[in-house]
């Protein structure tokens, strides 16, 4: 009773999340996309959301399309992840297969800016030349342009197996 006579304004992000997915499922959808639904909050609030979304999926058997350039959040709450860039997929796979078999240099960067994975090697990245980048425009891989495993040759237009449900978008797999 006390939130509805509220403005917007006057409720933490937390709580503008809560009516925001209390209004979207009023209408009991199969399924919920939700676009960075947890950025604009903070970690303790992200755990409540995605606990709420855990609950939801199974209380009204409900699926989700879960947008986000947070990989670890998105892995804790998706079974299957697609990897665009450019709005084109680069890789994708189980949840699993993405987090601890990445293969694509682009999930590797997503990965890197949330795990600290090799702590020895973090000062070694090779950072791409500008100049060189240019150059790489018209290879066919999206990524080409920031890639820091590009090699000449490189031209990677399709997903490329890796395992039966994992595919990659390099042209290194081939």
């Keep these: 009773e006390e939130y509805a006579s509220r403005k917007c304004w006057e409720l933490s992000g937390g709580e503008c999340q809560r009516a925001a ?3 979207a499922i009023l209408i009991h959808p199969k399924l919920l996309i939700c676009d960075e639904v947890t950025s604009a909050l903070d ?3 992200q755990a409540q959301i995605i606990r709420l979304l855990h609950r939801l999926k199974s209380e009204m058997q409900m699926s989700y399309l879960f947008i986000s350039h947070d990989l670890a959040l998105v892995s804790s709450i998706c079974d299957r992840i697609l990897v665009l860039y450019r709005g084109q997929i680069v890789e994708s796979g189980t949840a699993e297969e993405i987090i601890q078999h990445a293969a694509h240099p682009y999930t590797k960067v997503l990965l890197d800016s ?14 791409v030349n500008v ?10 891989c999206p990524y080409a342009s920031k890639c ?3 090699q000449e040759g490189c031209s990677s237009s399709e997903l490329i197996s890796i395992t039966e449900t994992h595919a990659v978008r390099c042209s290194r797999f081939k």
Excluded: P, Q, T
Aim: glycine residues 4%.
């Design 43 to 45: 970690v303790s609030v």
């Design 114 to 127: 949330v795990f600290l994975v090799d702590k020895e090697n973090a000062n070694n990245k090779k950072i």
């Design 148 to 150: 820091r495993a590009y």
């Design 131 to 140: 100049m060189e980048a240019v150059n790489r425009a018209d290879c066919g």
């Design 21 to 23: 997915i209390a209004r």
